[in-house]
């Protein structure tokens, strides 16, 4: 199995996120970090605890990670998330307490006590933490095996014409992560666009037995709805659970290499992921882009995962 960490700020798509990561008998959660993003520090947390519960997660160490961005001010999205994180979602009361550390200690411990190349770094939040965690402990960045990151995109934005959510939050933060010389796979918004939770997709979904099909069809339910409202998608781009199944089967996810940089200053472009795809890419490329989703088999494994956390 694979060892990952999670970096997250639920959020529907991240609660489908973890959903995946905890139901795929590749995968094991060793820790999970929350970042002020789709809601306050405090909320996202919270319904971190609270979907932990829901997925049998019990044993995953939680932390709460940093409140807000290393330079610039918190921007939540209500309109895509609720006030709560996860509008329309009702979650169980969390069995468990959160980890005492912080959660960019959380990473650095996670990663210094595992062997080299032991972890990868899942991240679909802003990249404060994943920031925070490469400046403090700078010897995590030859130790970790990856940085999979949902995040920005190589011709698409949401949040502004050319800038993703996650990354115009704290570009900053982002700006650090693609020039560590760790790899780094970005699973941007051309990805995700391809991963819509279509009526063929939940009908799917829905008949799936047991308690916690009822959580995810809440989840749905909203997430569409705003989706519909704020961005005129007729079915919501589930982002998140992407760079989860990269980690499973990078085979889902074509990627290419493809060197990447963050616009700090620009008047109309702050925040906007620079791809360069001119060929070849310099000897040195350490990133990658995530081009084409292989979307049965994505909706497959999200549907294998929720039928497994089910059964507990
Ligand atoms: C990203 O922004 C957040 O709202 C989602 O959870 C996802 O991580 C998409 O731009
Ligand atoms: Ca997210």
């Not at 309109?79 to 069995?95: D, K, M, T």
């Not at 210094?112 to 400046?135: E, K, Q, W």
């Not at 549907?303 to 956390?309: C, F, G, S, T």
């Amino acid at each position: 199995t694979k060892k990952v960490l999670l970096d997250c700020d639920p959020g529907h798509d991240d609660a489908v996120a973890m959903l995946l990561a905890q139901g795929n008998p590749e995968l094991e959660v060793v820790g999970l970090s929350t970042v002020g993003g789709n809601q306050t520090l405090a909320k996202v947390t919270r319904n971190a605890l609270g979907l932990a519960t829901a997925f049998s997660m019990t044993d995953v160490p939680i932390a709460a990670g940093c409140a807000r961005p290393l330079v610039r001010q918190p921007q939540v999205a209500p309109e895509i998330h609720g006030e709560s994180g996860l509008g329309g979602v009702h979650l169980p009361l969390p069995a468990m307490t959160l980890d005492r550390r912080h959660g960019v200690k959380l990473i650095i411990d996670t990663v210094m006590t595992s062997d080299p190349g032991g972890i990868t770094l899942v991240a679909t939040g802003p990249l404060t933490n994943i920031a925070m965690a490469a400046r403090l402990e700078p010897r995590i960045v030859e130790r970790v095996a990856e940085v999979v990151l949902m995040g920005g995109g190589q011709h698409t934005g949401n949040i502004t014409p050319v800038a993703e959510f996650n990354v115009h939050t704290d570009p900053e933060a982002a700006h650090i992560v693609f020039h560590e010389p760790w790899p780094v796979t970005m699973v941007g918004l051309d990805l995700t666009h391809q991963a819509l939770a279509t009526d063929e997709v939940i009908a799917d979904l829905g008949a799936v037995p047991g308690p916690v099909t009822a959580l995810i069809m809440d989840l749905f339910d909203a997430f569409r709805a705003a989706y519909e409202h704020a961005r005129g998608f007729p079915a919501p781009p589930v982002h998140d659970p992407c760079a989860v199944a990269y980690c499973i089967d990078p085979s889902i996810v074509e990627t290419v290499p493809v060197p990447v940089d963050v616009e700090l200053g620009g008047h109309l472009t702050e925040g906007m992921t620079v791809a360069d795809f001119r060929t070849p890419p310099p000897a040195d490329c350490h990133t990658r882009v995530a081009t084409t989703l292989d979307v049965s088999r994505f909706w497959a494994l999200v549907h294998d995962a929720l039928v497994r956390v089910q059964a507990g």
